[in-house]
């Protein structure tokens, strides 16, 4: 049986610095969407892989997104099981 699908949520997150998000489990490819803190189901902010599968367990991202900005991130697998980080602030670069 596969893992469940689980996404770490990334501290000390730095706009304009490189970051690597990572998980475990589900099956890819993955898509990687950047959503508003409070609001988890709402519309991404940003589409992280840009509508090309994520193959494996992680993905480097720029951090292009204002500091101080109140996020989390949704991660969906090949079968539609979804995963959330818990919500955190992206700090000043």
């Known amino acids: 049986m596969p893992q469940p699908l689980t996404i770490n949520t990334p501290s000390n997150v730095v706009e304009g610095q490189s970051l690597t998000l990572s998980w475990v489990g ?3 490819p993955y898509s990687l969407n950047v959503m508003p803190g ?5 519309s ?7 509508g ?6 992680s993905f480097m991202w720029d ?3 204002p500091a101080n900005t109140y ?4 991660l969906q697998d ?3 099981f979804v995963a959330q980080s818990a919500p955190f602030v ?3 670069g």
């Open 71 to 74: 996020v989390g991130l949704t």
């Open 44 to 50: 991404p902010l940003k589409e992280l892989n840009d």
């Open 52 to 57: 090309e599968p994520i193959d494996g367990e």
């Open 63 to 65: 951090v292009d997104i």
């Open 90 to 92: 992206i700090n000043q």
């Open 78 to 80: 090949v079968n539609g």
């Open 26 to 28: 589900g099956q890819g």
């Open 38 to 42: 409070g609001a988890p189901s709402g």
